[in-house]
Every structure is written in structure tokens, then in C-alpha cells.
């Protein structure tokens, strides 16, 4: 394989992290704002222990090293928070609050999704792997990916659209990967044939997901 397909699944962006701060900052934002307010029948003093654990549980994230230890944390501390206080406050926050909160989470489980795609692909680059492990490894990261892009590329910015582009490019491009069924056993060959196939497939769902909104652009 080319240096290129390393490359290409070690690049998640790194920015990634800011959007999941942003998510946090706006729930704790929401809660200031009904701190201020006289409309929530509800003792201050909870709320503002409701807004000191979003800034504890911000803290764990800030401070740990990686984004895929940041995602854990966030799933483990402050999505069931989250869900916590969104049940809490349902009736005293406005819809477009949630909307945005809820658009952000589903922007977290596409992410979490991609980290964990990368995790399967890069077993690919262990030392003394073996053809056919290394190939069943990418090929299971691309369908995740594939399953990702289904699910969330809605919710996902142009920069991680952008990281599985350039993954699914890659596979397609390298010389390496092709299929050979006079020169490759049965496993080999079929895992690489669905890498090329599920690549392709990709890179169709995100063009017409571009033409998409294209198009809502320009009916605005």
C-alpha cells in the first residue's frame, strides 16, 4: 500500500474536537439563559449545579490527550447528562435549543462512528500482519464508513466529509489493492473486490448529497 492510504485514515480532523466543546458550551448557554429568566419554576441553586456539572464534565474532556479519549468521555459523562437535563427542562427551553443540541449529538455519533472506523482500518499497518488480515481489516472499515455516510452525512461538516472522501479515493487509486483473482486466494480477492465496490459507493453518496444541497442553496 501507498503512503498515500496511511496518511489519508490517520488524517481525522483534529478540529473535530472543537464542535464537541461547542455542543457542551451550548447546553451550558441554555441553561444560563433560563438561569436569568423567571420562567422555570425550578430553585436556582439546582440549576446552577446543573450548569457546574456541564463545566466538569467540559474539564474531562478538555484534559484528555486523544479525540478518541474525548469521545469516551463524552459518551460515558455527557450524553447521559444530557439526556438527563433535556428530560429536566424539555418544558422550559425553546424547541430551537434542542434542535441544535440534538443536531450536534447526532454530528458526535457520526464522528464516534469514524473513530472507530479508523481504529479497524489501522490495524492494517501492524507490524508482520498478513495479506488477507490486512485486506478483511480495510475492507470492514470502509463498510463502517459506508454505513456512516448513510446514517450521518448530514450532520457531518465538509472536513470529515471530506477525511472519508479522501480514504475511499485512495483505495480506489492504489495499484496495490487490485483485485487479481489469477494471483490472490479466495478471501483476498473477494475483501478486495468489496473495498473497490463499497469505495465507489461512497464517493456516489457524497456527490449526491453535494448535488443536494446545492440544490436547497439555490432555492433559497
Request: proline share 3%; with cysteine.
Amino acid at each position: 500500500m501507498t503512503l498515500t492510504i496511511e496518511n489519508s485514515i490517520r488524517a481525522l480532523p483534529q478540529n473535530s474536537e472543537e464542535v464537541m466543546f461547542g455542543e457542551l458550551s451550548l447546553t451550558k448557554h441554555a441553561l444560563e439563559i433560563l438561569f436569568k429568566s423567571d420562567e422555570a419554576q425550578i430553585p436556582k441553586e439546582e440549576l446552577f449545579n446543573d450548569m457546574l456539572k456541564i463545566v466538569q464534565v467540559s474539564e474531562r474532556i478538555r484534559q484528555a490527550e486523544t479525540l478518541r479519549q474525548k469521545s469516551d468521555i463524552y459518551y460515558s459523562g455527557y450524553r447521559p447528562l444530557s439526556d438527563e437535563l433535556k428530560a429536566k427542562y424539555s418544558d422550559f427551553l425553546p424547541s430551537d435549543s434542542f434542535q441544535e443540541i440534538e443536531s450536534h449529538e447526532k454530528y458526535m455519533d457520526g464522528l464516534r462512528g469514524l473513530i472507530i472506523a479508523q481504529g479497524i482500518m489501522l490495524i492494517a499497518f501492524e507490524e508482520e500482519i498478513d495479506r488477507e488480515r490486512l485486506c478483511g481489516s480495510l475492507y470492514t472499515g470502509m463498510v463502517r464508513l459506508s454505513d456512516i455516510v448513510e446514517e450521518y452525512l448530514y450532520y457531518l461538516p465538509q472536513g470529515l466529509i471530506k477525511y472519508v472522501e479522501n480514504i475511499a479515493l485512495a483505495f480506489l487509486n492504489d495499484s496495490s489493492l487490485k483485485p487479481d483473482k489469477a494471483h490472490q486466494n479466495e478471501s483476498i480477492f473477494s475483501y478486495l473486490i468489496g473495498l473497490k465496490n463499497t469505495a465507489r459507493a461512497v464517493l456516489w453518496q457524497i456527490e449526491e448529497h453535494r448535488k443536494k444541497m446545492q440544490k436547497m442553496k439555490n432555492h433559497l
